[in-house]
């Protein structure tokens, strides 16, 4: 990985790229329980997705949806079963300014370094964002924030 993020074609696409902003374009999230029994909860597993992602071309700028899937479970304290506690999605969108539309979408067709972009860069730019919005999610369920795993 670290290879090709020093890759001639990896830095062209760099170059030609500046991020504007990152914006939450969804969020929804629920509890699955009382708040009385949410407040106790202790033992959970955070189970984490992410969707696909597939930018969107415009005449001078790319926006980047990545959608994001918490789903909180405990185990009963009786039983080996897990229960959700909570569900929490959201969808942010990174904007970029782009000097080179058609450089990009070249570049993009490039297997290795769209990988290494879509796969791996853009969890790094939303990964504050979706940390700071589960957080804020978390507190207006009743419950003080689990905290999200920093990415490998």
Not at 49 to 65: A, C, L, T, W, Y
């Amino acid at each position: 990985m670290s290879d090709l993020m020093h890759d001639e074609k990896y830095t062209e696409l760099i170059k030609a790229l500046q991020l504007r902003d990152i914006v939450t374009k969804k969020t929804f999230f629920e509890r699955n329980i009382p708040s009385s029994e949410f407040a106790k909860v202790r033992t959970l597993s955070l189970n984490l997705e992410r969707g696909e992602i597939e930018p969107m071309f415009s005449k001078e700028q790319v926006i980047v949806p990545i959608a994001y899937r918490v789903i909180g479970q405990a185990k009963q304290s009786d039983a080996e079963n897990h229960f959700d506690v909570f569900h929490y999605e959201i969808v942010l969108e990174a904007v970029f300014a782009c000097s080179d539309m058609d450089l990009l979408k070249e570049l993009l067709s490039i297997v290795s370094v769209r990988e290494v972009f879509l796969g791996y860069q853009m969890d790094k730019f939303v990964w504050p964002y979706l940390r700071c919005s589960f957080a804020n999610a978390c507190s207006a369920l009743g419950k003080k924030s689990f905290v999200l795993p920093m990415l490998v």
